[in-house]
């Protein structure tokens, strides 16, 4: 990743003219201060799957973040997984699907194109002698589209202290829908301690996220990304599709495709094995808040580890 090209983090002097170098109290976001369509920032992570130390900042500093976008921006959060990167955490991903209710749909590159063909017999045993000496590996994974989870059940806290972390992970905050807003469902205190269901999980938020099916993102999102897939066969089985974005796309990308994103939410959190880090992407300036944010988690000894 161009950290020194894009990501301004520069420790040169300011002139009296120029705008205020803020690079020091973002730390350690870095912001693409060229990129005017929107606000970037990028935090590094040393690797996927990140360092304990790394992930237990991240997860103080979502928590944080989760509750500003709801009492200053009326903003909820929406958290996903990416598909591929569920293999290597199966057995744990599998124990919370009954609490975290996974829905699949498609996650997506800007130009994708058409959704892959799963591999031809002819692909598949075009050299076996080779794939039997272990000199030609077949993946799967390359025949496959960018699926997606979407966690139905409103447990983001929980969801991001068991897959944040892993490069798979991407969170919209968007602004509330009336339609997702269950009708008041009383249980007394005696059901509530005694009733396995809720010794098992959230059953407040199970309910929460079965009304979530309504969601108007749902099939907006399918609208702004997938006017090209009308033709496809598996498109009608799609619940939605989510924007995959990588540095490289906010740089890159004419003008309406900003406002495609920007339609769809407000705020924009990608982790990107190509950019080794976490991505954060606003439609409107966030350096005051992310400031402020920032300077009370080093008053209170939250550090973030870089190296």
């Known amino acids: 990743m161009a950290k020194k090209d894009r990501f301004n983090s520069s420790d040169e002097p300011v002139s009296r003219l120029s705008p205020v170098d803020r690079s020091r109290d973002l730390l350690p976001f870095r912001r693409a201060n060229e990129l005017k369509q929107c606000c970037l920032y990028w935090l590094p992570v040393r690797s996927f799957p990140a360092p304990d130390s790394q992930k237990n900042w991240q997860l103080e500093f979502f928590k944080r973040l989760v509750k500003l976008a709801k009492d200053k921006w009326e903003l909820r959060v929406e958290t996903f997984f990416q598909y591929k990167s569920v293999s290597d955490i199966?057995?744990?991903?599998?124990?919370?699907?009954?609490?975290?209710?996974?829905?699949?749909g498609l996650s997506r590159r800007p130009n994708a194109g058409p959704l892959p063909l799963m591999p031809t017999n002819e692909q598949l045993h075009e050299d076996p002698e080779a794939v039997l000496r272990g000199e030609k590996k077949i993946d799967i994974d390359d025949y496959m589209a960018d699926y997606c989870y979407w966690f139905v059940?409103?447990?983001?806290?929980?969801?991001?202290?068991?897959?944040?972390?892993?490069?798979?992970?991407?969170?919209?905050?968007?602004?509330?829908?009336?339609?997702?807003?269950?009708?008041?469902?009383?249980?007394?205190?005696?059901?509530?301690?005694?009733?396995?269901?809720?010794?098992?999980?959230?059953?407040?938020?199970?309910?929460?996220?079965?009304?979530?099916?309504?969601?108007?993102?749902?099939?907006?999102?399918?609208e702004l990304?997938?006017?090209?897939?009308?033709?496809?066969?598996?498109?009608?089985?799609i619940k939605f599709i989510l924007p995959l974005l990588h540095t490289v796309d906010f740089f890159s990308q004419p003008e309406e495709m900003y406002e495609k994103w920007f339609g769809l939410f407000d705020l924009y959190v990608n982790e990107s094995l190509d950019d080794k880090g976490l991505l954060l992407a606003s439609k409107t300036d966030l350096d005051d808040d992310l400031i402020e944010m920032l300077k009370e988690m080093r008053e209170e000894e939250f550090v973030y580890p870089e190296g």
Do not use: C, W
């Open 90 to 104: 199966n057995d744990q991903f599998q124990r919370t699907a009954m609490e975290f209710q996974p829905l699949i």
């Open 153 to 222: 059940t409103k447990a983001g806290e929980k969801q991001r202290e068991s897959f944040l972390g892993r490069g798979g992970m991407s969170m919209m905050f968007l602004k509330a829908d009336p339609k997702t807003t269950p009708p008041e469902i009383y249980f007394s205190p005696h059901v509530r301690e005694t009733n396995k269901a809720f010794q098992m999980m959230d059953v407040d938020s199970v309910i929460q996220g079965g009304f979530s099916l309504a969601d108007e993102f749902l099939p907006k999102s399918k």
């Open 225 to 237: 990304f997938g006017e090209d897939l009308k033709e496809e066969p598996q498109i009608e089985g």
